[in-house]
């Protein structure tokens, strides 16, 4: 059974800069895809980004750019850089997981494990 908790939201100003980490516990996180969803007011919760457990890293539109998904199978951790934050960027995030390969950014109904979402605020 996997585990995920995020932790790093926070409010910040338009331009500024935050980090989210998603740790695990369960020995198969080396093995997953992780991605990295978010969920504003009143929308769907989408895919901003996702890696591999070969370290490779999809990104949606939106975020291309600006935030830079890493992860480090040594601590069972993955972490979401997000730079050059707007407010569009305002919502709970949400690490989840997955046994399968990423192939890109994955909506919600792919993942099997999640955490328990951070807000990330942007004025």
């Excluded at 020995?27 to 978010?38: E, F, K, N, Q, T």
């Excluded at 601590?75 to 949400?94: F, G, I, R, S």
């Amino acid at each position: 059974h996997v585990q995920l908790v995020e932790s790093g939201g926070g409010s910040v100003q338009a331009g500024g800069s935050l980090r989210l980490s998603c740790g695990a516990s369960g020995s198969i996180y080396g093995d997953a895809c992780v991605g990295w969803l978010r969920q504003a007011p009143g929308k769907e919760r989408v895919g901003v980004a996702a890696i591999d457990s070969d370290g490779i890293a999809s990104y949606a539109d939106s975020v291309k750019g600006r935030f830079t998904v890493s992860r480090d199978n040594a601590n069972n951790t993955v972490n979401l850089m997000m730079n050059h934050l707007k407010p569009e960027d305002t919502a709970v995030y949400y690490c989840a997981a997955t046994l399968n390969r990423c192939h890109g950014v994955r909506p919600e109904s792919d993942f099997t494990y999640w955490g328990q979402g951070t807000q990330v605020t942007v004025s």
